[in-house]
């Protein structure tokens, strides 16, 4: 098989954005291609660490989330709501992966109508769905089967690209602009009622093979939607080969082929190959904006396997069916991936259109599949109404299982062997995910296959190339699927397949489910006179047993002889565990003649109650009267593992039953299973033996009423499941979870997060509450007795944006507090008001007539509408009839339980309102409603734009939750003060996050909040000790920064600069650092960090068409360039194993959307021999005392920090800097006297008064020669 190329090792190496496309194998990879891939291995050799990716992705609802990769493997995640959406996001690490969950998207989810791969953020970058490498998400739209011949419209905020009516479907994009009104037209009320209902109809037996099979069915979303999936990604998963199965002995006989059209669908052909030339019935691309050349090379290689002539290699290395014409449909684009919806349009053409006996397919998803997916429905579809013959590719990962479509029931599903019929190390295992079908059915050469190389493909050289993988295997197949069909004419493709799985050579050492029923005999398929039935799968058995009854199956065996055939039987299985099973199966008769030019059936019994638990699989042989193998069928069933009742109750604080979605883990398993509580509040499931987890977010009362809203997180951390039993979720033994601060302050941001680790097992869960509850209630636990179990909450405190206090000349004054400021709307000045109140009803232009309202507080009702798509226009036309009117503050009175959260900006969502909006509880409102019908009522306000302090806080408990009360009320002594200070224009908007990193996260998720630039904020923090430290980032309209992971400790005060000088490249370990890959360098150098200890920074557009910021970098060994880019990330190959010395440069630019630093350049120095190691970079930190300006004295005193980045190989301790200054550009320098405190050295300067800006050139080495030099052009102006 072939090694990655040099390209694609260079991506996957690379760190933050180029991640998003570097995560994803080349199609000479079989490790973890994506869903249509070529399915080509990889070799065994020991990989570089990976890191995680990074990128900016807009799900299917129109969330943003934004993950950020930090250099030990972990990464931060930010999600920004679309405005129209206003409820709580779940996000659960599955893996290494990220699945982020909008609330109103798991009900769908649930029900099994909305693909999960739709949520996973990490696969989705990894794939290139992220926003900067794809304006649009595919995806693949299922209608419900009513029967019309053909789909309905699309909706609207989607784009049409092809027709599916094998899948009764479409494939379309979903525009990013347009997720979030696509996602609320095709989610209306009643479609949320459905899917409830869906959920609810499936319930009990979550992860069981007892479940039916089902795709498509009725509509649940709203346009007569039924599914929405995502259209993934599909890879591309001879002269020794052919005589292996026996090929010439079959052309001996005149068999070739001829009059065969095998469908090949692939990633094209390079139709000028000599032995292809002649060869092309039909070709089309399926691909957008690609032809059918193979730039690739894979389609080649498969093509001439099947139908090649042999004719750039004297005949000798012939296809197996060179006799055959091939029809070539490109549905793999020229870089090896696909989108699912190609295939199946490809399937399509293939079999209705070109009307081919057999379709080759190497290719599919490395993402298990139970046979329900798109490409698998599309398959069984196809062979039931055309006849052909689907051979498809197993996969390459091994014992990973079988993905899409060579899971469907009809394909013939083919695994790799190699010459020795030794099963292929990467060749995917059965059997079929969810009920345990038999597959793959067969084997064929996979290993070192030789066969034709495209011209136009970069890799190898002349006119042959070899490759291995289930892609070279299947060929094999389907060219002797071609041989078996000129034989046999008037055969359906299930005949084809019978012959050929039922004669294959027997490769007892292999597992029938890894192996099927062994290696491809061609030579037996077409010259043998008898063949049988493929498979006699008996079925599944589901636990506890008590109804199992003997099955039974019928075996046709067919002699297409002159003589009558008489064989011996005999029925011969194992279990999974290798032991003997074969008293399970029984027969009809030991012995059968199959008459001349006849048939003959036996049956075979499977009794459940004679096989152990799992499946128990085997092969059904025939013998001739010399014992000669003529014919074998595979025979098996899957009996249920022991099982057990888990029922659910639930209650809420005052014992009434709580409906809603709760997670259900086993310890082990890779994923949880996420349930519906029905609103009778109980749930029982039909689940294996094991310790579980379950946990439940529910709404609860709050604390404040019954208009308030509140959060249960009610679980159960472990569970033994070894009888019938019941787990009570129940929030009268909940305590409330509360933070409490020293100065006054408002929640802006509160999670919880949930870690359960036992053994390998993690099961981590995090939710992001909306602001619709104000209190947080986690029921008490038991102390797990065994692993780890950790419940935490975080909070981000700020002074409340908008407090009141009414006062009436009439009557008693309302109480007026937790003012929720609307998203949409202008915060009024900061400062004290005092506004008289009137009531304006609905808040409609007609509310206003008669009411003076000008530079007055409004109060309105809030304007429900019964279409929620309807809602935001209402919303806004509430804050444009204030504005019309002259009011000063709208005052929204909310209509259910919890805090009202609307948007109240532009119908586009691009542009804010002019007033300042805010709702209230609807008990509050209504109060505040009467007491404005009295005439005298003001409120005195206060507003706070932005506020003057910040306290970031996490309050964790390890091994239970406490049965005690759950408030952390911290004192400042208690807490770390930093003294954060963000520079930029005055009431310019900037973005910052503070992210806390548990020692047993993979992911710390949370959301930025707006920061106001030209700035100062105290910030206040839970220092984390060793069980968690803080990464924390900011953003103004032009650069990104980003921290270190910091640990302050208890009563500390330090310094927290943003966007001020000096901006220079520096690195960090928020990004994946340099390093060596073996022979390889990737290399990471972000050139923007600014004035904040170890900070690095880059252009917030960096692969966007507006980057500002610019930056070379490149790597030099002695004087020869090894390599040079444009951004921040390089790729470079060493010349040698040895240690040799480089030199790394990096040179920035840009043109005053800085204050400083418009030109400058740093080389590193370094010595690097073969290895897997970050780099030893010598890092520069500046201390210059600038204003918020970045101004900073003529005579002032600087500082020169040198150091390594954590965890390098081969640093040194520093041990000497220089440090130079220049008032004219660096016309002329000068040295500055140095003091020396450790790594840190300080020097006094004084600016001529002429001098507008201080240039500054620094070096610094440590005792191993690594060194560094630096040139800051305008570092810093002078006041």
């Not at 509430?878 to 339980?897: I, K, W, Y």
Request: aromatic residues 6%; proline residues 6%; glycine residues 12%.
């Amino acid at each position: 098989m072939r090694s990655p190329t040099r390209r694609r090792r260079l991506l996957t190496a690379m760190g933050t954005v180029l991640a998003a496309i570097a995560a994803t194998p080349s199609i000479a990879q079989a490790t973890t291609p994506p869903a249509g891939t070529p399915a080509t291995p990889a070799p065994r050799t020991q990989g570089a660490p990976a890191g995680a990716v990074a990128g900016t992705v807009t799900l299917v609802t129109g969330d943003r989330v934004t993950v950020t990769a930090l250099a030990d493997g972990r990464a931060a995640a930010t999600v920004e709501r679309p405005a129209n959406l206003t409820g709580g996001v779940q996000t659960r690490t599955v893996g290494k992966d990220l699945y982020v969950y909008p609330s109103e998207a798991l009900p769908y989810v649930a029900a099994g109508v909305l693909d999960q791969r739709l949520f996973d953020v990490t696969a989705l970058i990894a794939d290139g769905y992220d926003d900067a490498h794809s304006a649009a998400l595919p995806l693949i739209v299922q209608y419900a089967d009513t029967g019309a011949r053909s789909a309905p419209a699309v909706p609207r905020g989607l784009s049409p690209r092809l027709d599916l009516p094998a899948v009764h479907g479409k494939a379309v994009t979903e525009q990013r602009a347009g997720a979030a009104g696509f996602w609320q037209q095709v989610t209306p009320p009643a479609a949320l009622t459905r899917a409830k209902a869906a959920a609810a109809g499936q319930q009990g037996v979550p992860g069981s093979k007892a479940q039916p099979r089902t795709a498509a069915g009725s509509a649940v979303f709203g346009a007569g939607i039924s599914h929405i999936w995502l259209d993934g990604k599909v890879k591309a998963t001879l002269a020794d080969s052919t005589a292996q199965i026996g090929a010439p002995a079959v052309w001996q006989s005149g068999t070739d082929g001829k009059g065969v059209d095998v469908a090949i669908l692939d990633s094209g052909i390079d139709a000028q190959h000599p032995d292809l030339a002649g060869q092309i019935a039909s070709s089309q691309s399926f691909v957008p904006g690609e032809d059918t050349t193979d730039r690739l090379g894979h389609g080649t290689h498969t093509a001439s396997t099947i139908a090649g002539t042999g004719a750039a290699s004297d005949g000798k290395e012939k296809g197996v069916a060179p006799g055959s014409r091939l029809l070539v449909g490109k549905v793999l684009g020229d870089d090896g991936f696909g989108d699912e919806s190609w295939i199946i349009a490809g399937m399509q053409w293939a079999a209705q259109t070109q009307h081919a006996r057999v379709v080759s397919m190497s290719l599919g998803s490395t993402e298990v599949s139970d046979g329900t997916d798109p490409m698998s429905q599309a398959v069984d579809d196809l062979s039931a109404s055309t006849g052909a013959l689907f051979v498809i590719a197993a996969g390459n990962t091994g014992p990973g299982g079988i993905g899409s479509p060579g899971a469907a029931t009809s394909a013939l599903t083919v695994g790799a062997v190699d010459s020795a019929d030794q099963l292929a190390y990467f060749s995917s295992w059965g059997p079929r995910s969810g009920d345990g079908g038999l597959k793959p059915e067969i084997t064929a050469p996979g290993v070192d296959i030789l066969a034709a190389r495209s011209k136009d493909s970069a890799e190898g050289e002349g006119p042959y190339i070899t490759m291995s993988g289930t892609s070279m295997a299947t060929p094999h197949v389907a060219g002797a699927a071609a041989l078996v069909a000129q034989a046999h004419p008037g055969w359906t493709g299930q005949q084809i397949k019978d012959a050929l799985v039922s004669t294959a050579h027997a490769t007892p050492g292999i597992p029938v489910t890894q192996g099927g029923s062994g290696r491809l005999d061609v030579q037996a398929a077409v010259l043998g006179t008898v063949h049988a039935s493929a498979t006699a799968w008996a079925g599944f058995y589901p636990w506890p047993h008590t109804a199992d009854a003997p099955a039974t199956r019928t075996v046709t065996y067919t002699n297409d002889g002159a003589k009558d055939a008489t064989l011996d039987l005999a029925a011969a299985a194992t279990d999974a565990a290798g032991a003997d099973a074969s008293a399970a199966f029984t027969l009809s008769a030991p012995q059968v003649t199959v008459p001349a030019g006849g048939t003959a059936q036996v049956t075979v019994t499977a009794d459940p109650d004679k096989a152990p638990y799992g499946v128990s699989d085997g092969q059904l042989t025939a013998t001739a009267a010399d014992g000669t193998l003529v014919a074998h069928t595979l025979i098996g069933l899957d009996r249920e593992e022991e099982r057990y009742n888990l029922t659910i109750t639930t209650a809420d604080r005052t014992g009434a039953a709580v409906p809603g979605l709760a997670v259900v883990y086993r310890t082990g398993d890779e994923a949880p299973y996420q349930v519906e509580i029905p609103d009778s509040g109980r749930l029982t499931m039909r689940l294996p033996k094991g310790e579980y987890s379950v946990l439940m977010y529910a709404d609860l009362p709050g604390a404040a009423g019954p208009d308030d809203l509140g959060l249960g997180v009610l679980s159960v951390p472990q569970l033994q499941l070894d009888g019938d039993r019941t787990v009570a979720l129940d929030a009268r033994k909940a305590h409330r979870v509360a933070a409490l601060t020293p100065q006054r302050s408002e929640d802006q941001l509160t999670r919880v997060e949930w870690n359960r680790v036992a053994g390998d097992a993690a099961f981590n869960e995090n939710f992001l509450l909306p602001v619709a509850y104000t209190s947080v209630w986690a029921q008490s636990t038991a102390e797990v007795t065994g692993g780890s179990f950790a419940f935490d909450t975080r909070w981000r405190k700020t002074a409340p944006l908008l407090t009141a206090t009414a006062k009436a000349s009439h009557g008693k004054a309302p109480q007026v507090s937790g003012l929720l400021v609307q998203a949409g709307s202008t915060m009024l000045p900061a400062g004290r008001s005092k506004l008289p109140v009137v009531y304006a009803g609905a808040g409609t232009a007609a509310d206003y007539r008669g009411l003076d309202a000008r530079g007055k507080a409004v109060v309105v009702r809030y304007d429900r509408q019964a279409d929620p798509v309807t809602q935001a226009a209402t919303d806004t036309a509430q804050a444009a009839a204030a504005v019309a009117a002259g009011a000063r503050l709208l005052l929204v009175a909310g209509d259910t339980p919890g805090r009202l959260s609307a948007w109240y900006g532009s119908a586009d969502y691009e542009s804010s309102s002019p007033i300042e909006v805010a709702s209230l509880q609807s008990a509050q409102g209504a109060a505040l409603i009467a007491a404005a019908a009295r005439p005298g009522l003001t409120l005195d306000v206060t507003s706070t734009p932005a506020s003057p302090f910040v306290y970031d806080l996490v309050e964790r408990h390890d091994g239970a939750v406490p049965a005690a009360d759950l408030t952390y009320a911290p004192t400042a002594r208690d807490l770390a003060r930093i003294d954060s200070r963000f520079a930029g224009k005055a009431a310019e908007a900037g973005d910052n996050g503070r992210y806390d990193m548990q020692d047993f996260d993979r992911f710390g998720v949370g959301y930025q909040t707006v920061q106001t630039l030209g700035t100062t904020r105290t910030d206040w923090v839970t220092p984390g000790g060793t069980k968690f430290g803080w990464y924390e980032e900011s953003s103004n309209p032009v650069v990104e920064e980003r921290s270190l992971i910091t640990h302050p400790a208890r009563g500390s005060a330090t310094a927290g600069d943003w966007f001020l000088p000096v901006y220079h490249p520096r690195l960090n370990d928020s990004q994946s650092m340099p390093n060596r890959q073996g022979d390889y360098f990737v290399l990471n150098v972000p050139g923007w960090g600014d004035s904040g200890q170890g900070h690095d920074g880059f252009d917030v557009n960096l692969w966007g068409e507006e980057d500002t910021l610019h930056e070379t970098v490149t790597l030099y060994q002695g004087d020869t360039d090894l390599g040079s880019t444009l951004y921040q990330q390089l790729g470079a190959e060493a010349p040698s194993s040895d240690p040799l010395p480089y030199r790394l440069v990096a040179e920035t630019s840009q043109d005053g959307v800085l204050p400083s630093s418009p030109r400058t350049r740093t080389e590193w120095g370094f010595t690097s021999g073969s290895g897997y190691v970050d780099l030893p970079l010598i890092q520069l930190d500046y201390g210059v005392p600038t204003d918020l300006s970045g101004r900073a004295e003529r005579r002032c005193a600087l500082s020169l920090t040198a150091s390594h980045l954590p965890g390098v190989t081969g640093a040194g301790t520093i041990d000497g800097a220089t440090l130079q200054v220049s008032y004219d550009d660096g016309a002329t320098w000068s040295a500055l006297h140095l003091a020396r405190h450790g790594a840190t050295w300080t020097a006094a300067v004084t600016a001529p008064r002429s001098a507008g800006y201080a240039s500054l050139r620094a070096t610094a080495k440590d005792d191993a020669g690594n060194t560094v030099s630096q040139t800051v052009l305008r570092a810093y102006a002078l006041k």
